[in-house]
Structures are given as C-alpha cells and as structure tokens.
C-alpha cells in the first residue's frame, strides 16, 4: 500500500493544531526511561555516527540514556519495522535515512507503509555524494563521461552498496537525465564498492563523501561532480553535476522519525532538542568533520521532504526497472 504524498500531508498537518511551547510543556517529564534509537545499517558508517552524535546529546539534554541499536537487514526494512511496532511512547525511535523513501517503491509488498507509520520528528544532516571515476578512465569532466558513455554504450560499469540503495538509484537518476547505458555492478555494501574501484575492477561509483572525499583528494580517485544542487565547500574545486545537468540532485539525508501515534508533545520536545544540537557550535562542528552539513526541519517540513523523496525515487525505480533482491 502506498500513501498518496497529499494524503501524507493531511494528516501530518494536524500535529500542528497546538501551539508548539504548549506541546513540548506537556512533554516536560519525558522520558521517564532509556530510549532506544534503531539505526538499520550496521555500526561504524555515517548513519551510525549521526544516531550517536544525536543520542549523545539527547542523553545529555534530558537525563536519560538514548541507546544506539543496530538493526542491519532487508534494505532498511528490518530495523523500520521494529519500529514501526514498537510502543508509541518515545521509547523507541528510527533513524530515517533516503532508503526509507526509495524502499516505499522498491519493495512491493512490505508490512508497513513508511509515511503513514512513522512519524517525522527532524532532520539531523545531509551528506552530498560525488560521482567519481577510477584514474585510468579517460575522462575528466561530466560533459567527458557523458560524451564517453554514449561512444561506448554498455561498455562503462558503475559500482553501489548494493540493489535499490542510495547509490545505486543516484546513478540511475544521471542514467535517466542524460540518456547514457551503464551496466550497474552491486556489491554488499559502501566499503567493497570503493573497494572495488580503487583497484579499477569498475569505473564509476556515486559515493557519500565522507567515504570517498580523501581518496579524492589523493588522487586515488578523480571527482567529476557533486550531487547537491550546488558545489560544497569540502570539495569547492569539483563542480555540482547540476552545472551540466540542470535539475540534477541526489543527497543523503538522516533524521530521527517515531511510531504513529507518538503524542505530538513528545514528538515537538525532540524536534527542539534535535535543532537545539544542530545550532550549537561544537556539534555543527562534529558534522563538519563528517563532511555532512546541518539539515534543520520542524517535523511536517521533514514530513515534506520524505513524501517528496519517496515521490522523486519512485519515479526513478519505475523508470529503471529496479527489483528488490
């Protein structure tokens, strides 16, 4: 079952009935024992150390103990429905990542529906990708790879974590806008996709560049473009793919979402604690360090955001064909 994006905002429209200081007041003895945050990756990538940042700095701001439990499985799925299914109280929370968005399309049939059965309490960071190249290609530009990719259709690969992840529907995302035929090689996994193309067994590879940006910067591979709309500070030389391709942008994002039915008053305190951190000069420095920047929502602007995303995914696996493993 898919929930229509207008449908989605109905009803997330209604959480913002009350004024927001008389919600977060009825919240002022919250929590009352430890929370749990269910990360769906496994511990040690930049989803894992956002949930700890934010849980670190929860804990601290309401005396309690907000535990980071990793989940990994089916895509996201698994740790989603665990909290899907957990006790709506703010005990137990979801650390919402891009791949929430694209599962909603990708699987079909799964026993949830994500906008309907998480609440959006706010976004954390957004991580800009770089679609990079391993040296021995002979291209050094977007325009180069394209022109590349067209004289040499099927002949290029291009690596991802895996089927249906981020990565993977991003580069089909370029496919799609410029026309080009790249034969899509997965693996288990960030780490061995880079793995894979720093020793040039493939070519191309969009990556999150917290991962990538030294090895850009090495020269053990050559950047040609970032995925935010406009070119990042942490990589200020390497142009914004949208510079030759108009319209395209393909971020990561993480963010903190609850089970429906989480009071709203709850949902309003965390929302306050969470850009409570992001305004805060040491923890926009930690992001800083991640190669992340700060992405500060009220919970229906991230709302927005989520139904937007599954709405843009959706249309790109369509388009590809994308089938779950």
């Given at each position: ?13 209604g959480a913002a009935a009350l004024p927001a200081i008389e919600r977060i007041a ?216 949208a510079e030759f391709v108009p319209g395209y942008e393909a971020t990561s994002f ?23 951190a992001l305004r805060d000069a040491k923890f926009k420095a930690r992001i800083t ?37």
């Amino acid at each position: 079952m898919k929930l229509p994006r207008r449908t989605f905002l109905h009803l997330a429209a209604g959480a913002a009935a009350l004024p927001a200081i008389e919600r977060i007041a009825k919240a002022q003895g919250y929590p009352t024992r430890p929370v749990r945050i269910i990360v769906p990756y496994p511990p040690g990538g930049t989803s894992d150390i956002s949930a700890r940042l934010i849980g670190q700095w929860l804990s601290e701001r309401l005396g309690q103990q907000f535990v980071i439990e990793n989940r990994p499985g089916a895509g996201t799925n698994l740790g989603t429905e665990a909290v899907v299914r957990a006790s709506a109280d703010g005990t137990t929370l979801l650390l919402v990542t891009a791949a929430n968005a694209i599962n909603a399309t990708l699987y079909g049939k799964l026993n949830f529906v994500f906008l309907r059965d998480i609440v959006p309490v706010g976004a954390i960071i957004r991580v800009v990708n770089v679609l990079e190249v391993h040296p021995s290609l002979p291209v050094n530009s977007v325009p180069e790879l394209i022109a590349y990719a067209k004289a040499n259709p099927g002949k290029l690969n291009y690596a991802s974590a895996g089927t249906g992840s981020p990565a993977h529907v991003s580069a089909e995302l370029f496919k799609m806008m410029t026309g080009i035929n790249m034969v899509h090689v997965p693996y288990r996994g960030a780490a061995p996709a880079l793995s894979e193309l720093l020793a040039g067994q493939v070519q191309v590879l969009i990556d999150n560049m917290p991962t990538s940006i030294e090895h850009v910067r090495a020269g053990r591979v050559r950047g040609l473009g970032v995925t935010s709309a406009r070119r990042s500070d942490a990589l200020p030389t390497v142009p914004a793919i949208a510079e030759f391709v108009p319209g395209y942008e393909a971020t990561s994002f993480f963010g903190i979402g609850a089970p429906r039915g989480t009071p709203v008053e709850i949902v309003e305190l965390l929302n306050a604690e969470v850009k409570a951190a992001l305004r805060d000069a040491k923890f926009k420095a930690r992001i800083t360090d991640l190669g992340a920047t700060v992405f500060e929502s009220a919970p229906l602007e991230f709302g927005r955001h989520l139904a937007d995303e599954t709405e843009k995914w959706g249309r790109v696996v369509k388009f590809a064909g994308i089938k779950a493993e």
